[in-house]
């Protein structure tokens, strides 16, 4: 029996060869996004007390009911309010999975979907997945979008579009205007928005956020998708949510419920609980410091700083200063092996790999990891 290959992304993601690499050699991984601290004490114990809970019987629905009521009040306490229904959201297993999904439900084979470049890798994938076809857009070197350009990308087998703000990897956050721009270039076409808005707690100095679905047009032709793991800090609890339109979500739903139907209950009922304390603010001033200690800290070495990013959990710094002649996945597996520190090579949120004198570093990390891995970074 031969298996076809399904996508165009490498057998083993990128993710997973760095991480094998850095256990080989020891290093400190600033690879992942994945945070290296305990998670509030708080939701540990909600989830303790959901252990006593009789919650069995609601197998057959895909969200807890106070789950559902903690979303919808969570989010309408926003900056910019979200309002939603109960028809208006489902929680799912991964924000990867929602992705996965939201595309599911309007591409057919051969449509079109612009995927912008840098992005997480992931998209590409959920895309040839089905059949359809990644049509790459590269921003800017400052990270900007020239909307002509982007506007050049549109035929009539364009059916969809990814956005991700704040981005992983640029850390960019998309302003109001943004939205009003991709409005301008999609209006008049049945284009649909698939929105990555993980990251959506995380922006710094006084940035807002703004979801797709704040745009009065775009909101009725977008999916947005969230995530408890980035909220929480929780990788590997797998519980994310996605919102749209009351028509968008029957669709979706229709889908969802033939695999995965729902995420285990007990931590539904840990995070909506938690929800019911946490403090949106706290969590943003603290991965705040953390991301202003490690910039503080990173000035101080010979990398080629990109600004602060404005969200999200990752920094860039360029290398060529350091080694020129490297591109940027033997520079990083360098590090890696020589300085015991592993980032991502920035090539790998392009498709065809650019070589671009950079890399990813995360600071969600414990405040030691990251002076730790500075430290290693020194013997530069």
Request: overall charge negative; some cysteine.
């Amino acid at each position: 029996m031969k298996f076809r290959k399904r996508h165009s992304a490498g057998k083993v993601n990128i993710y997973t060869e760095i991480a094998e690499l850095a256990n080989q050699h020891f290093a400190v991984n600033l690879s992942q996004g994945s945070p290296d601290f305990h998670p509030d004490p708080r939701l540990q114990n909600f989830l303790i007390e959901a252990a006593d809970q009789n919650l069995f019987q609601y197998a057959s629905v895909s969200e807890l009911p106070i789950l559902t009521e903690n979303l919808i009040k969570f989010n309408k306490k926003r900056n910019h309010p979200l309002e939603l229904s109960e028809n208006e959201l489902a929680v799912i297993p991964g924000a990867t999975y929602g992705i996965h999904l939201a595309l599911a439900t309007f591409l057919e084979p051969e449509d079109e979907v612009i995927v912008i470049e840098p992005c997480y890798e992931t998209y590409a994938p959920a895309i040839e997945i089905r059949g359809a076809v990644p049509v790459y857009f590269q921003m800017e070197e400052n990270y900007s979008i020239d909307w002509d350009k982007l506007k050049s990308l549109i035929r009539k087998k364009t059916k969809g579009i990814i956005v991700n703000s704040p981005s992983n990897p640029t850390g960019k956050v998309w302003k109001k205007e943004d939205w009003d721009q991709l409005w301008e270039v999609i209006k008049n076409t049945d284009i649909l928005v698939v929105s990555d808005e993980v990251y959506d707690l995380l922006c710094y100095d006084h940035r807002e956020f703004y979801s797709a679905r704040l745009h009065p047009e775009i909101k009725n032709r977008s999916f947005s998708v969230f995530s408890f793991e980035k909220m929480f800090h929780i990788s590997g609890w797998k519980a994310s949510y996605i919102t749209g339109t009351e028509k968008f979500m029957s669709a979706f739903k229709d889908l969802h419920q033939y695999l995965s139907f729902n995420i285990n209950v007990y931590s539904q009922y840990a995070l909506a609980k938690y929800l019911e304390v946490f403090d949106a603010e706290e969590h943003r001033k603290f991965y705040q410091s953390k991301r202003n200690f490690f910039y503080h800290l990173l000035e101080e070495l010979p990398f080629d700083l990109d600004p602060k990013v404005e969200g999200g959990y990752f920094q860039t710094v360029g290398f060529k200063n350091i080694k020129p002649y490297m591109s940027d996945l033997e520079f990083s597996k360098w590090l890696i092996e020589t300085i015991k520190v592993a980032p991502i090579p920035y090539s790998a949120f392009y498709h065809d790999h650019i070589d671009t004198g950079k890399i990813r570093l995360c600071f969600a990390k414990h405040e030691d990891t990251i002076v730790q891995a500075v430290e290693n970074l020194k013997k530069i």
